[in-house]
């Protein structure tokens, strides 16, 4: 069965270091969004992909965080420098196409101390 | 933006109950989900359901657009149901695709 396949599982950095993620989305699948949930909140958007472009990034922390899917695939999300209110869920979901059922994989926890 | 709220926040019921968890939501959308968060953080895929009725075993969700609201019907309760129920919803003028999520409903099933 297709999944969202996500690394690493689990990470934990000091404040000011670097930090990156990775998706592989579902093949075939053109859309692709990073989400970041808090403990006890539901996941909300960073950023939201159609193939290799941004289509929404309004709710990204620009000056510490960037996201890139250069070839339409995978994707990488950066954080740098990461801050202690950084802590938390960070989920990838892909789906069809904008507004199609979308999925989620198995997220990155991390931890800032 | 879009509002999202679910109810009861917290749930809990004896193994082989039956529940009912609801989500309203404050525009119209055309995506609704519904997803089960298991103890390792993981949203799994409950339902597709932005209108009408569907049903997957013992899990069944009712979506009335019209109404702005949703239902996550869970009979026989499992042990293996806890863990927290999360609808979201999509699709609208201001919010494009993106899935906007409610709190969530904590459920414990005890045995």
């Known amino acids: 069965e297709a999944e969202v396949a996500q690394s690493p599982r689990y990470k934990i950095t000091e404040k000011s270091q670097a930090v990156a993620f990775w998706c592989d989305p579902i093949?075939?699948?053109?859309?692709l969004y990073w989400y970041r949930q808090i403990l006890g909140q539901g996941p909300e958007l960073l950023v939201q992909?159609?193939?290799?472009?941004?289509?929404?990034d309004s709710q990204l922390p620009k000056d510490r965080f960037s996201a890139e899917r250069l070839k339409g695939v995978d994707s990488t999300l950066k954080i740098q420098p990461a801050e202690l209110g950084d802590s938390a869920m960070y989920l990838c979901?892909?789906?069809?196409?904008?507004?199609?059922?979308?999925?989620f994989g198995p997220g990155t926890r991390l931890t800032v101390l | 933006g879009i509002q999202v709220e679910q109810s009861p926040p917290d749930l809990i019921l004896q193994e082989g109950a039956n529940s009912t968890l609801r989500c309203n939501f404050s525009?119209?959308?055309?995506?609704l989900q519904w997803f089960h968060q298991n103890p390792w953080g993981q949203l799994i895929n409950l339902f597709y359901?932005?209108?009408g009725t569907k049903q997957n075993g013992r899990l069944s969700a009712t979506t009335v657009a019209t109404e702005r609201y949703s239902l996550l019907y869970i009979s026989s309760s499992q042990t293996t149901d806890s863990g927290v129920y999360f609808c979201?919803?999509?699709?609208?003028?201001?919010?494009?695709?993106?899935?906007?999520f409610g709190e969530g409903t904590q459920l414990t099933v005890n045995p």
């Open positions: 979201a919803v999509g699709g609208t003028e201001t919010s494009g695709s993106r899935l906007t």
């Open positions: 525009d119209s959308v055309n995506n």
């Open positions: 979901a892909s789906s069809m196409g904008p507004g199609d059922e979308q999925f």
């Open positions: 359901i932005p209108s």
């Open positions: 093949s075939g699948h053109a859309t």
């Open positions: 992909f159609q193939d290799e472009s941004v289509v929404d």
